[in-house]
T-cell receptor, first 114, second 111 residues
Framework: KAGVTQTPRYLIKTRGQQVTLSCSPI?????VSWYQQTPGQGLQFLFE???????NKGNFPGRFSGRQFSNSRSEMNVSTLELGDSALYLC?????????????FGNGTRLTVT | TQLLEQSPQFLSIQEGENLTVYCNSS?????LQWYRQEPGEGPVLLVT???GGEVKKLKRLTFQFGDARKDSSLHITAAQPGDTGLYLC???????????WGAGTKLIIKP
C-alpha cells in the first residue's frame, strides 16, 4: 500500500508570493490534516478535511487555506508569504480523522521564504 | 487554551541507559498517541493509549496513560542509537476532538 505522498519536497519562495502544496493520502483514507512544524513552535495543527469538507481548523490566519478533492487528495495554499511561514509542512491521512484513528504522515514539504 | 506539556525538551544519554519522557496536561483526553520522527521524515505512530491506567509495551518502550487521562509517559529501557529521534505526544480532547500536540522531546543516544 503506498504511503502518504507530499509534493514538492522542497520549495523556495519570496515574500509576498503564494504557494500551493499537494498531499495524496493512503488509498481509502478520507481524512487529510495539515500541520506546520518549526523548531520553535513544534507541530501546529492547520486544518482537517474529511470527504471534501473542512471539519476542524487551527488558529492560523486566513492566508492559509486548503481544499480536498473527490479522490481525497488535498491541497494547501498560503498567500502573501511572510518570512515566518518558513517551516516543514506535513500532511497526514487517516481512516476516520482526528477522532482517534491513527495518523499516517507524509515526509513533508520544506518551505523556505526569503 | 489546551496545552500538552512535554518534558524534557532535549535528552542526550549513553547507549544502555534508561530514560522517561513525560506529557502532562490539565485537560482530559479520550486517547493519547506517541509518535517518533526522524530527520527528513514525517512522524510515525508508535502507540495509542485509550484507557486510564493503561500500559502498553513495544519491545524496550513502555507507554503509560495516567489514571485520570491527563498525562502519559514513555519509558525506554537500555536505549540504543536507533532510538534517536524526536518523540511527540498528541492527545485527542474529550470535548471537541481536537488533536493537541506536545512540543516534542529530541532524544540522542550516543554509542
Amino acid at each position: 500500500k503506498a504511503g502518504v505522498t507530499q509534493t514538492p519536497r522542497y520549495l523556495i519562495k519570496t515574500r509576498g508570493q503564494q504557494v500551493t502544496l499537494s498531499c495524496s493520502p493512503i488509498s481509502g483514507h478520507r481524512s487529510v490534516s495539515w500541520y506546520q512544524q518549526t523548531p520553535g513552535q513544534g507541530l501546529q495543527f492547520l486544518f482537517e478535511y474529511f470527504s471534501e469538507t473542512q471539519r476542524n481548523k487551527g488558529n492560523f490566519p486566513g492566508r492559509f487555506s486548503g481544499r480536498q478533492f473527490s479522490n481525497s487528495r488535498s491541497e494547501m495554499n498560503v498567500s502573501t508569504l511572510e518570512l515566518g511561514d518558513s517551516a516543514l509542512y506535513l500532511c497526514a491521512s487517516s481512516l476516520e480523522g482526528l477522532r482517534g484513528s491513527p495518523l499516517h504522515f507524509g515526509n513533508g514539504t520544506r518551505l523556505t521564504v526569503t | 487554551t489546551q496545552l500538552l506539556e512535554q518534558s524534557p525538551q532535549f535528552l542526550s544519554i549513553q547507549e544502555g541507559e534508561n530514560l522517561t519522557v513525560y506529557c502532562n496536561s490539565s485537560s482530559v483526553f479520550s486517547s493519547l498517541q506517541w509518535y517518533r520522527q526522524e530527520p527528513g521524515e514525517g512522524p510515525v505512530l508508535l502507540v495509542t493509549v485509550v484507557t486510564g491506567g493503561e500500559v502498553k509495551k513495544l519491545k524496550r518502550l513502555t507507554f503509560q496513560f495516567g489514571d485520570a487521562r491527563k498525562d502519559s509517559s514513555l519509558h525506554i529501557t537500555a536505549a540504543q542509537p536507533g532510538d534517536t529521534g524526536l518523540y511527540l505526544c498528541a492527545g485527542v480532547t474529550d470535548s471537541n476532538y481536537q488533536l493537541i500536540w506536545g512540543a516534542g522531546t529530541k532524544l540522542i543516544i550516543k554509542p
